[in-house]
């Protein structure tokens, strides 16, 4: 599992790392601000797992990925790389 990975993305949202490490980025420089708080970030990962349990239960173990691949496909299309 990639808790590693989830818990330097929740770390740079609520402003103390970065996404890459020791090194600052590009994408570091995108921190939104304001940063969230604590409670914003396990509210938001709390949000997560409902929805995975119930794509999950609705289509099966991909169901979650296949909900969300169209919002992947959406972002991708308006960044211009579609």
């Known amino acids: 599992m990639r808790l590693g990975?989830?818990?330097?993305?929740?770390?740079w949202r609520?402003?103390?790392g970065t996404l890459h490490g020791e090194k600052s980025s590009e994408t570091d420089s995108l921190a939104p601000s304001p940063f969230l708080s604590l409670e914003e970030i396990v509210?938001?990962?709390?949000?997560?797992?409902?929805?995975v349990r119930l794509w999950n239960n609705e289509g099966g173990r991909q169901g979650y990925l296949r909900?969300?691949?169209?919002?992947?496909?959406?972002?991708e299309?308006?960044?211009?790389?579609?």
């Open 14 to 16: 609520l402003g103390r």
């Open 77 to 82: 299309r308006m960044a211009g790389n579609g």
């Open 5 to 11: 990975l989830v818990a330097r993305i929740c770390e």
């Open 67 to 75: 909900y969300v691949s169209q919002f992947l496909s959406d972002a």
């Open 43 to 51: 509210l938001c990962l709390q949000r997560i797992r409902s929805s």
